[in-house]
């Protein structure tokens, strides 16, 4: 039986893995916003969430994807054979 503190480790660990998840299916849609100079329609806790996980970064004042980012992008863009 597993304890009460596993069971609350577990249930973060699958937070964690949902919000990486909707954060990565919401890219395109974040990536288009940024394409149009519109990235004020970016939620900021999704922008805040983007530079922690390395897909967004800030240069000169602006946001852009990072190689990682672009990499994810790329994923989840292109559509499955």
Do not use: F
Not at 16 to 33: D, F, I, M, N, S
Not at 45 to 68: K, M, P, S
């Amino acid at each position: 039986m597993a304890s009460i503190s596993q069971t609350r480790a577990s249930a973060k660990v699958d937070a964690k893995a949902a919000e990486r998840e909707r954060l990565r299916q919401a890219l395109p849609a974040t990536v288009g916003h940024l394409r149009q100079h519109q990235a004020g329609r970016i939620d900021d806790n999704d922008i805040e969430a983007y530079v922690q996980l390395n897909w967004l970064e800030w240069h000169g004042g602006g946001l852009r994807l990072t190689i990682t980012g672009r990499n994810v992008y790329a994923q989840v863009a292109t559509p499955a054979a």
